[in-house]
């Protein structure tokens, strides 16, 4: 079906295609085949034609010569900054109804997506994930107040930012402008740390008062995170009672730590910040279709990230056919995309598209096969 | 203030003070000294010898001396440093020197700043270097492209998170301008060595010259070298920054390290001078040694197998990231830099966060 799929599409290329390395992972292997270049979006193409690949990378970072098989070789001439929104980095109460995990040292098993062995205190799991519109929903709260930061903070017009669905748990956000390229690891560390919050001395924020007290130095119509503390303190102190509106709230200096510090958990972005810090990322390839969901990285403008609903966020992505097929999943999530699947029976009835992806995420067995 | 108003008029000691300008260096060619000049002439000997005197110092002490009133030569002397720095062709020399030499260019731009010149910053911030900065109210807006690239540390006041940022643009004083001008103008004197034209056959005195500071740098860092032979061997363990003695600790008492502890100790030992053997027997006591990875781990590091590269330790902003580093070490950014320092007999004070 994957191989349909690329028949009949033609996925375009990323930019300065020529300047990339690409990585890519196929259905009778484990291993990933690098250090590929493709002088055109017709040669990648064929490739993708030809090969029809399980997972397909790209470098964030240009390089000299891309197919070089060692890192010191290729040149590094400079790399997007990438965001990665996942699901695994949000916590989210769905993950209950459709994650689940088992652990390989003591064998104890479980529902939801716990970092360690409940039981053992093992990180050796082995796990289920499965993503739902309600984590789709949380991403997309994250992606938002990432372009927030992005475009009033930095500057960066939504030309030359690209936010793609990542196929399966979340979104990645691509910044192309010229003045990131160069950016070593340490800046983009640092821009990482910005978008989180993390780092924050509350004390920047506050100075003394007559009374001994503290009050916010910065109003609501400061820029940075300064103006978003106080907008976030005053909605706060609005909904309490006993302040008095109007007048610069004075607390002691504890009370506003306390105060900031869940400013910043809830203001900051949870992003996967290993992505970002990578200078020489191979990230998924917009256009592609994801190896675990049969679910195409389809590209989303702001617009629609504000204002379409999960399902029709995800549905954007869905290459295969609606037709209903049946299928033989005797343990499956309870929810999953934008279904609640039966309870009961080995065998339910999906449309195709949920098939593959049960199937390819799972090892379902999809019992009514559908032309792709 | 913008590029089309400013015009700066530079005075002689303006050239001295600042002598990487295009102005400064222009005012050199007027000169029409030659290389050959530089290592045939009396003139040629005096600046000739006044850079390897500044070189000497960088090497020695980290310091280099401010200018004197004649500022011509106070620029061939600058010049020729860097041919022989080109010669030498040692980037850590060369960063050295540009460290060194920046510091001194901070205090000069502070002064200007007390003196309310702040054209001449403007002036170096953003011809020279191409800075995005505009003049707002009493500070000044600088493009955080540029801000984060001439950032002096990642935490505290200086992070981004705690700085008023618009639409691309980062708001700070004049006065932390010209700190950012310190890395600013070390970066650009970097660039300038690197883009020295040498000679493949340099006059003989301007030979000898790179032979001699060659020869003080190899000799300064076979001392150092030495010094952490003793650490070892002696167990001095004052001249270690906390966080490794902390892991060294743990280490020797047979806890058992996680993957990036092991590496962070590992690599550090490996870069004061610990042989491989040296280092594997210090792993020994761990629950879960195996000799042959170890071994081989330890000698990917150290640069004897596989990409062939040394991997240098991690740095204090990683340690702090991995959870290894709990404490705040002054003016330290880098673990080997607290253990050369406390080796030279200035021990840098630290405390303990928690």
């Given at each position: 079906?994957?191989?349909?799929?690329?028949?009949?599409?033609?996925?375009?290329?990323?930019?300065?295609?020529?300047?990339?390395?690409?990585?890519?992972?196929?259905?009778?292997?484990?291993?990933?085949?690098?250090?590929?270049?493709?002088?055109?979006?017709?040669?990648?193409?064929?490739f993708l034609r030809e090969r029809v690949p399980r997972h397909a990378y790209y470098s964030t970072a240009l390089y000299e010569h891309p197919s070089a098989p060692d890192m010191s070789e290729k040149g590094w001439r400079g790399a997007e900054v990438v965001f990665d929104i996942d699901i695994d980095h949000v916590y989210t109460p769905c993950k209950d109804l459709h994650d689940s995990w088992k652990c390989l040292d003591c064998g104890a098993e479980g529902r939801g997506a716990p970092l360690k062995c409940p039981a053992c205190g093992s990180e050796k799991l082995e796990r289920s994930n499965w993503v739902c519109n309600l984590c789709i929903n949380a991403a997309r709260e994250e992606i938002l107040k990432l372009l927030d930061f992005l475009e009033l903070d930095f500057g960066i017009s939504r030309k030359e930012m690209r936010v793609y669905f990542s196929g399966h748990r979340g979104f990645h956000l691509h910044v192309e402008s010229e003045d990131v390229l160069p950016l070593e690891q340490d800046v983009r560390r640092e821009l990482s740390d910005y978008v989180r919050g993390?780092?924050?001395?509350?004390?920047?924020?506050?100075?003394?008062?007559?009374?001994?007290?503290?009050?916010?130095?910065?109003?609501?119509?400061?820029?940075?995170?300064?103006?978003?503390?106080?907008?976030?303190?005053?909605?706060?102190?609005?909904?309490?009672?006993?302040?008095?509106?109007?007048?610069?709230?004075?607390?002691?200096?504890?009370?506003?730590?306390?105060?900031?510090?869940?400013?910043?958990?809830?203001l900051g972005v949870k992003i996967d910040e290993k992505v970002t810090i990578d200078t020489r990322r191979l990230i998924r390839l917009p256009w592609t279709l994801h190896g675990k969901t049969g679910l195409r990285v389809v590209e989303f403008s702001v617009g629609e990230l504000e204002a379409f609903t999960a399902e029709d966020l995800l549905g954007k992505a869905i290459v295969f056919s609606q037709e209903e097929?049946?299928?033989?999943?005797?343990?499956?999530?309870?929810?999953?995309?934008?279904?609640?699947?039966?309870?009961?029976?080995?065998?339910?009835?999906?449309?195709?598209?949920?098939?593959?992806?049960?199937h390819a995420n799972g090892g379902a067995e999809?019992?009514?096969w559908r032309p792709g | 203030m913008t590029s089309e108003q400013l015009r700066v008029i530079l005075s002689s000691e303006d050239y001295a003070r600042y002598p990487f300008l295009p102005e400064a260096l222009n005012h050199l060619r007027e000169l029409g000294l030659t290389l050959e000049d530089l290592s045939s002439t009396s003139l040629g000997a005096i600046i000739l010898s006044r850079a390897k005197d500044r070189l000497a110092r960088v090497i020695e002490s980290s310091t280099y001396p401010l200018p004197?009133?004649?500022?011509?030569?106070?620029?061939?002397?600058?010049?020729?440093?860097?041919?022989?720095?080109?010669?030498?062709?040692?980037?850590?020399?060369?960063?050295?020197?540009?460290?060194a030499y920046s510091k001194n260019v901070h205090l000069f731009?502070?002064?200007?700043?007390?003196?309310?010149?702040?054209?001449?910053?403007?002036?170096?911030?953003?011809?020279?270097?191409g800075w995005r900065v505009r003049q707002v109210g009493e500070g000044v807006m600088v493009h955080f492209s540029d801000y984060v690239q001439a950032q002096p540390e990642y935490v505290g006041p200086w992070k981004l998170v705690n700085r008023l940022v618009d639409r691309g643009y980062v708001f700070i004083s004049w006065q932390e301008l010209a700190r950012l001008l310190e890395t600013g103008v070390r970066k650009y004197v970097v660039s300038l060595v690197r883009d020295v034209n040498v000679p493949t056959s340099l006059p003989e005195n301007v030979y000898k010259a790179v032979e001699e500071i060659s020869a003080a740098w190899s000799?300064?860092?076979?001392?150092?070298?030495?010094?952490?032979?003793?650490?070892?061997?002696?167990?001095?363990?004052?001249?270690?920054?906390?966080?490794?003695r902390e892991l060294l600790r743990k280490q020797s008492s047979g806890e058992n390290l996680s993957h990036s502890a092991r590496f962070a100790?590992?690599?550090?030992?490996?870069?004061?001078?610990?042989?491989?053997?040296?280092?594997?027997?210090?792993?020994?006591?761990?629950?879960?040694?195996?000799?042959?990875?170890?071994?081989?781990?330890?000698?990917?590091?150290?640069?004897?197998?596989?990409?062939?590269?040394?991997?240098?330790?991690?740095?204090?902003?990683?340690?702090?990231?991995?959870g290894l580093c709990r404490w705040e070490c002054e003016k330290v950014s880098h673990p080997l830099q607290y253990f050369y320092r406390a080796a030279r007999g200035r021990v840098p004070s630290s405390r303990e966060l928690w």
């Amino acid at each position: 079906m994957f191989k349909s799929y690329y028949r009949r599409t033609s996925i375009p290329p990323p930019p300065m295609v020529e300047s990339r390395e690409f990585g890519f992972q196929f259905f009778d292997s484990q291993s990933m085949l690098r250090h590929l270049a493709f002088s055109s979006g017709e040669e990648l193409n064929r490739f993708l034609r030809e090969r029809v690949p399980r997972h397909a990378y790209y470098s964030t970072a240009l390089y000299e010569h891309p197919s070089a098989p060692d890192m010191s070789e290729k040149g590094w001439r400079g790399a997007e900054v990438v965001f990665d929104i996942d699901i695994d980095h949000v916590y989210t109460p769905c993950k209950d109804l459709h994650d689940s995990w088992k652990c390989l040292d003591c064998g104890a098993e479980g529902r939801g997506a716990p970092l360690k062995c409940p039981a053992c205190g093992s990180e050796k799991l082995e796990r289920s994930n499965w993503v739902c519109n309600l984590c789709i929903n949380a991403a997309r709260e994250e992606i938002l107040k990432l372009l927030d930061f992005l475009e009033l903070d930095f500057g960066i017009s939504r030309k030359e930012m690209r936010v793609y669905f990542s196929g399966h748990r979340g979104f990645h956000l691509h910044v192309e402008s010229e003045d990131v390229l160069p950016l070593e690891q340490d800046v983009r560390r640092e821009l990482s740390d910005y978008v989180r919050g993390l780092g924050l001395d509350p004390e920047t924020l506050l100075k003394r008062t007559r009374s001994g007290k503290y009050s916010l130095r910065y109003g609501v119509d400061a820029p940075g995170w300064p103006g978003r503390i106080a907008k976030y303190v005053a909605l706060i102190l609005a909904e309490d009672p006993s302040s008095r509106g109007g007048t610069p709230p004075e607390l002691p200096l504890g009370a506003w730590k306390e105060l900031i510090s869940r400013a910043v958990d809830e203001l900051g972005v949870k992003i996967d910040e290993k992505v970002t810090i990578d200078t020489r990322r191979l990230i998924r390839l917009p256009w592609t279709l994801h190896g675990k969901t049969g679910l195409r990285v389809v590209e989303f403008s702001v617009g629609e990230l504000e204002a379409f609903t999960a399902e029709d966020l995800l549905g954007k992505a869905i290459v295969f056919s609606q037709e209903e097929t049946r299928v033989r999943m005797p343990k499956r999530p309870k929810r999953v995309l934008f279904y609640e699947l039966e309870e009961d029976g080995e065998v339910i009835r999906v449309p195709f598209y949920l098939a593959v992806y049960l199937h390819a995420n799972g090892g379902a067995e999809i019992l009514d096969w559908r032309p792709g | 203030m913008t590029s089309e108003q400013l015009r700066v008029i530079l005075s002689s000691e303006d050239y001295a003070r600042y002598p990487f300008l295009p102005e400064a260096l222009n005012h050199l060619r007027e000169l029409g000294l030659t290389l050959e000049d530089l290592s045939s002439t009396s003139l040629g000997a005096i600046i000739l010898s006044r850079a390897k005197d500044r070189l000497a110092r960088v090497i020695e002490s980290s310091t280099y001396p401010l200018p004197d009133e004649d500022y011509r030569a106070e620029i061939a002397a600058f010049y020729a440093s860097l041919l022989i720095l080109a010669g030498i062709s040692d980037q850590r020399l060369t960063e050295k020197f540009a460290i060194a030499y920046s510091k001194n260019v901070h205090l000069f731009l502070k002064q200007e700043v007390e003196k309310g010149n702040f054209s001449k910053l403007f002036y170096i911030a953003h011809h020279l270097l191409g800075w995005r900065v505009r003049q707002v109210g009493e500070g000044v807006m600088v493009h955080f492209s540029d801000y984060v690239q001439a950032q002096p540390e990642y935490v505290g006041p200086w992070k981004l998170v705690n700085r008023l940022v618009d639409r691309g643009y980062v708001f700070i004083s004049w006065q932390e301008l010209a700190r950012l001008l310190e890395t600013g103008v070390r970066k650009y004197v970097v660039s300038l060595v690197r883009d020295v034209n040498v000679p493949t056959s340099l006059p003989e005195n301007v030979y000898k010259a790179v032979e001699e500071i060659s020869a003080a740098w190899s000799s300064r860092q076979h001392d150092l070298r030495a010094i952490a032979r003793t650490v070892y061997s002696e167990k001095k363990e004052g001249m270690l920054p906390p966080c490794m003695r902390e892991l060294l600790r743990k280490q020797s008492s047979g806890e058992n390290l996680s993957h990036s502890a092991r590496f962070a100790l590992a690599s550090f030992l490996i870069s004061i001078g610990l042989s491989v053997d040296e280092v594997l027997d210090l792993f020994r006591s761990s629950p879960d040694f195996r000799e042959d990875i170890a071994r081989y781990q330890v000698e990917h590091i150290a640069g004897l197998r596989g990409s062939r590269v040394k991997y240098s330790p991690y740095k204090c902003d990683n340690m702090r990231s991995l959870g290894l580093c709990r404490w705040e070490c002054e003016k330290v950014s880098h673990p080997l830099q607290y253990f050369y320092r406390a080796a030279r007999g200035r021990v840098p004070s630290s405390r303990e966060l928690w």
